[in-house]
C-alpha cells in the first residue's frame, strides 16, 4: 500500500462525514486524479505518553497491521493508503455505502431467518478469514457491519480499531468492547480468544433475529451479571416462530466456557447456517438471475 510523504491533501478532496468515534472521525474522500471514492479513517495521535487523548502510535501501527494482514477477502473492507500528518494519521479505505446492517435491520424491526442466517454466514466468512490468520476482531457488533451497496445483501466488516493478533497459545487480556457484546471471558478479565469473537456472533444473530439484545440490562454492571450468569431467554414474543436450528444455533455460541463454545467452523457446519435458510439468498439471487433472462 502507499505510503509515500504525498500530502494527502494533494490527491483526495475531503466531502462528507460518514462517522465517528472516540479518537477517529471517518470521511468520504475522493480521489482527484481518478474520481474513486473512499473512506478515509482519520486517527488522533496521542500527543504526550500521559495523556488520555488520542490513539498510541503502538495501537494505530497494530489496527494498520492488522489491517494489511487481512485484505483480499469479499466480506472485510480493503485497505487503500495509509498518510500521516502532524495531528492525525489517516486511514484510506474502501468505501463502503450501503448503510449499517445495524439500520437494515431497524427498518424491518427484525429480520426473517432466510435473510439473518445469509447475513450470519458471511459475517462467519469474515470471522473465519481473520481467525485463521490469527486475528481477533474483539468489537463484533451490527454497527461494524456495513452493506456494501443499499439494497444488496454483501456485508464488510469495516472496523478493527480493537482487533488485535492472538497467536495460538499466547493470551490477551483486555477489557475491549462494548458491553452489551463482549463474552463472560472479557468481563471476568480471563484470557480472550477467538471464542470472544464467537459468543459476539451469537449476540449479533440473536439481535437480527428479534431486534432485542440478549444480556442488556437496565445498566452495565446488570449487563456484566447477565454476561457472567449466561442469563438469556428466546422470548416467546419474538421466537415464538423461530427455528430450533436458529435456537440451537445461538446455543451452542452462549457457552461460558471457552473450550465448549462453537468455533467459526463449527457454525459454518451448523444446520442453520448449511440448511436451507443458509443457503436462500444465493437461491434467491440464482432464481432471481433466471427469471430475469
Ligand atoms: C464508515 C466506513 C468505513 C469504511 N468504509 N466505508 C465506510
Redesign the pocket.
Known sequence: IHFDDTPFEDVFDVETE??SGQFAV?RRVRDRKTGERY?A?FIKKRRYATSRRGVTRQNIEREVRVLQKIRGHSNV?ELRAVYETASDVIIV?????GGELFDHVCAKECLDEVEAAAFVKQILLAVRHLHSLHVVHLDIKPENV?LKQRGESQIKI??FGLSREIEPGATVKDMVGTPEFVAPEVVNYEPLSPATDMWAVGVVTYILLSGGSPFLGDNRDETFSNITRVRYHFSDRYFKNTSKHAKDFISRLFVRNVDQRATVEECLQHPWIRGPEGNAIDIRKASCITISH
Open positions: 460518514l462517522g471517518v473512506a479513517k473492507v479505505l474502501e468505501l463502503v455505502s456495513m469495516i472496523d
